[in-house]
């Protein structure tokens, strides 16, 4: 066996030869001469050979570094004649043309990416992270560019914030496939309409059958205008999220109101009040039901939002609008005022809290991945701007797998 055989088996390297070696550095650099197999001079479009009509400068590829060693690769491109394409440059079997990386390295990038922060993956594969996040973009982009999104059905909005100061990015969920569709700069109506002008045809938005976001007028509004097919959904733990405000907010007005003794009383009572019924021990609820003595103000709205929770278990909608009809009426009845407030908003989206009953649609998935784009941002400890932060909302939870893309012969570690 050769040398450079045997260089070719140790590093694994597909579809080229090895013609000479060299180490520099200091041995921390090992430059590889590389050609295509079978002397190459392939059309990338057709796969046929063509004749060569000049030979080009010299190119480097970095590969995935090898105990510590970078590897380049070192080869001159040729531009062929092709019967059928015309003058192009020949294939190059280990990487995307005009990359700077080999396949094998984009794909290890990419992994290593979604699972450490980009600091981390630039030190594992040597190289510095200004340049890893400027790879990552670039390849990234490559593999997204000319994507449109398919099959869009029910679609959930969401925002959060990237940076300190009330930076904000709108995130756009296909709920069926849970994954991230779009992300936009800012939270307001104008970015969302962005999404359904400039991202969605008019063919798409008329196929999108229900829609679920919180209670912000932007969104609903914003819905409402453009999937004229839809239904709205408000999601139901935002519903639930309000109502416990309401009740926090009367056991708040309580304790500012309580003398040292009647505070003791009240103390620890705030998780015990938003507590789901299923969840609640025998001692949870012997505390809560003396406040019935303690504190009837309290009592009455824990009762209130105790008995909401009845709502979410019906089956059909009507017995669901009979059922939030009679409790709003003995909550209006109630005179504490965060319930009324609640009632109020609860009486402006009601038709948007029923569909619930029929269709089950929660923002729960649009949630659960929020929560995993919080954990790459807090990874990251934030981001300065956008772009690198949707490069990895896209890499984590988009809906193309990214290191999918990669040819699969190339796809080992
Ligand atoms: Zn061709």
Redesign the pocket.
């Known amino acids: 066996m050769t040398i450079n055989k045997f260089i070719r088996k140790l590093l694994k390297l597909k579809g080229l030869c090895v013609t000479g070696f060299k180490f520099a550095n200091r041995n921390t650099v090992l430059n590889l001469w590389v050609k295509p197999h079978k002397n190459g001079c392939l ?6 050979r ?1 004749r060569i009509v000049r030979t080009m400068m010299p190119r480097m590829w970095r590969d995935l570094p090898v105990c510590g060693c970078c590897v380049l690769f070192w080869y001159c491109p040729r531009e062929i004649q ?4 015309g003058r ?1 440059q020949e294939d190059i079997p280990w990487a995307e043309s005009y990359a700077r990386i080999t396949y094998r390295f984009e794909y290890a990038m990419l992994i290593y990416c979604q699972l450490m922060t980009q600091k981390a993956a630039a030190k594992i594969l040597h190289i510095a992270g200004s340049t890893l996040s400027d790879l990552l973009h670039r390849s990234i982009t490559r593999i997204r560019d000319g994507h449109r999104i398919r099959g869009l059905k029910s679609v959930g909005i969401d925002e959060i914030s990237y940076c300190k100061g009330h930076k904000y990015a709108t995130i756009v969920y296909d709920l069926d496939r849970s994954c991230v569709v779009w992300v936009g700069q800012g939270k307001g109506r104008e970015t969302i309409d962005i999404f359904f002008n400039e991202v969605l045809s008019d063919y798409q938005k008329s196929k999108i059958k229900w829609g679920c976001c919180d209670m912000s007028e932007t969104y609903i509004g914003a819905i409402e205008d453009h999937c004229l097919n839809a239904t709205l959904v408000l999601d139901r733990f935002h519903v639930v999220k309000a109502l416990n405000k309401a009740v926090d907010e009367v056991r708040k007005e309580q304790w500012r109101n309580a003398c040292a003794d009647e505070r003791k009383a009240l103390k620890g009572l705030r998780w015990l009040l938003f507590k789901h019924s299923s969840n609640r021990s025998k001692k949870d609820s012997r505390i809560l039901n003396a406040l019935r003595k303690g504190n009837r103000r309290i009592h009455r709205a824990w009762v209130l939002s105790d008995e909401f929770e009845r709502f979410w278990d019906y089956k059909v909608e009507w017995a669901a609008k009979r059922f939030l009809k009679r409790w709003m009426t003995t909550a209006l009845k109630s005179r504490i005022e965060p319930i009324r407030k609640f009632v109020r908003t609860i009486k402006k989206h009601i038709g948007r809290i029923l569909p619930f009953i029929g269709s089950r649609l929660t923002n729960a998935i649009g949630e659960g991945l929020n929560r995993i784009i919080k954990i790459v941002k807090n990874r990251a400890s934030g981001f300065r701007t956008l772009h690198p932060f949707t490069d990895m909302i896209f890499l984590t939870v988009g809906d193309v797998d990214i290191p999918a893309q990669i040819p699969a012969k190339f796809r080992a570690l």
Do not use: E, L, N
Request: one cysteine or more.
């Open positions: 059309c990338p479009s057709c796969g046929r063509g092709c019967p059928t394409h192009i």
